[in-house]
């Protein structure tokens, strides 16, 4: 088990250098930065690009078999590349398959979820150890919640306002590596809010596991969030992150599309079209239920951006079952779908169904719905043309361009002037450009 904070010599810190790594969702980005914050305060210093770093902490995913793989392979990478330095793993990879990575050579210590975000305390003397140190909680015993934030390099702002979540999909492994729902306060998430204020932050994107289900720990309600986060001055615009149909109520549309500083941008995992294949996912809502939703987002908000997540190659997913699913996407109203090929994760109730579909299949699937989303983003964008708009520009330069997202979230793009970087300026959406796959901001 780890030191207590209090008995650690802090003085082991002092003119340390420390390098992150990130898989994953943009929570797993929030987590990190968090993490970065505490070691900032106890002393140690991230490490410049090239730099040999003292101490490596790399925070992994486990959605799928394929980011199993990946977490390996960048520990592997991390290692080779610092080969003196301290090695952190944690994340949903190191809550579920701790002595996997533990296996791994030069891996020094392995934190679970509960442990993530207390990372100080069970560091010691920052040796290398011969065998790694394990340290995780069974998932029913996760409880701790630590709010975190983190700006990527797009000038966005990601507030991390719940964790863990209670479905208990049949096909995912989430609620096992992460635990139970729960959630910060309105108090405190406000007080992060300032926080990026203060630091320049022009727009937050609110993440979580199950945001909807935002509350379970405050006895509070996300729509109570929504209200007291829109009265922070100082932030321009808000996203919600993906948020579950059945919990994205009429009443947070209706805020929405009232509301000062919330973006007209909906993100909703389908993951799929057919009743049939939800009901064998264990799926808290059916495709009416979906369409409802869509349909008051394009009643209250018509230029609102509505992202789509749709698994393929579930077990049970019959040929009709597919195209069944296909039909229903192509008639609804949204303007992006986010494909994920099903994986098959241990220890999910999805094993116990009988009807497995092959790799093949899943591939010429995926392109179907590749293929639709391509075009439903095409005949968005189109409708954009020639309206004008509110955009964000970042930072990044690629060549002599730069770029940002308008309001409802289409990708603008303008030749770099560094006055334009996070600033929310007022444009015409132009012309969609094949090679910067965005629109051109005209001014």
Do not use: W
């Not at 305390?121 to 630590?146: A, C, G, H, P, W």
């Not at 990601?158 to 995912?172: H, N, P, R, T």
């Not at 079952?321 to 296909?326: A, L, P, Q, R």
């Amino acid at each position: 088990m780890g030191t207590i904070l209090g008995m650690i010599d802090q003085s082991i810190f002092q003119n340390k250098t420390a390098s992150y790594y990130t898989l994953g969702c943009k929570l797993n980005f929030a987590e990190t930065s968090a993490i970065g914050r505490q070691l900032l305060h106890a002393g140690v210093t991230r490490a410049r690009k090239g730099q040999k770093a003292d101490i490596c902490v790399i925070n992994t995913c486990s959605v799928t078999e394929l980011a199993d793989k990946k977490g390996r392979q960048a520990i592997r990478k991390v290692i080779q590349e610092n080969p003196s330095a301290f090695v952190v793993v944690t994340g949903c990879y190191a809550q579920l398959k701790p002595d996997d990575i533990a296996a791994i050579e030069g891996v020094d210590l392995v934190l679970g979820a509960e442990q993530k975000l207390d990372v100080v305390k069970y560091l010691d003397d920052l040796q290398k150890k011969d065998k790694s140190e394990v340290v995780t909680s069974k998932t029913n015993r996760i409880r701790s919640f630590v709010p975190s934030v983190s700006a990527d390099d797009r000038t966005r702002y990601f507030l991390k306002v719940q964790d863990g979540c209670d479905y208990f999909c049949s096909f995912c492994t989430i609620p096992f590596a992460r635990g139970r729902s729960r959630n910060g306060s309105i108090a405190d998430l406000v007080q992060q809010a300032r926080q990026v204020v203060e630091e320049g932050g022009k727009e937050i994107v609110l993440t979580g596991v199950n945001i909807g289900d935002y509350g379970h720990t405050t006895k509070e309600s996300f729509i109570d969030l929504l209200k007291a986060l829109d009265e922070v001055d100082g932030i321009e615009r808000y996203r919600i992150s993906s948020i579950e149909p059945n919990l994205l109520t009429d009443e947070i549309i209706d805020f929405v599309a009232s509301s000062r500083r919330f973006a007209p941008h909906f993100h909703m995992p389908l993951q799929a079209g057919s009743d049939a294949v939800l009901r064998l996912m264990k799926r808290k809502y059916d495709s009416a239920l979906f369409r409802h939703k869509v349909e008051k987002i394009k009643k209250v908000l018509p230029h609102a951006f509505i992202g789509v997540d749709v698994i393929v190659g579930v077990r049970g997913e019959t040929d009709a079952y597919f195209e069944e699913s296909v039909a229903f996407i192509r008639s609804l109203d949204f303007s992006q779908l986010h494909v994920f090929t099903y994986s098959e994760r241990p220890g999910t109730q999805a094993l116990q169904i009988d009807y497995a579909v092959d790799p093949k299949t899943k591939h010429a699937r995926s392109k179907v719905l590749l293929d639709l989303s391509d075009e439903k983003l095409q005949q968005f964008y189109a409708s954009q043309r020639g309206v004008g708009r509110k955009v964000l520009f970042e930072h990044t330069k690629r060549g002599q361009k730069m770029h940002g997202f308008t309001e409802n979230y289409v990708k603008l793009y303008a030749d770099y002037d560094p006055h334009f970087v996070n600033r929310i300026l007022d444009v015409q959406v132009g012309a969609y450009d094949e090679e910067e796959m965005a629109m051109k901001a005209e001014f």
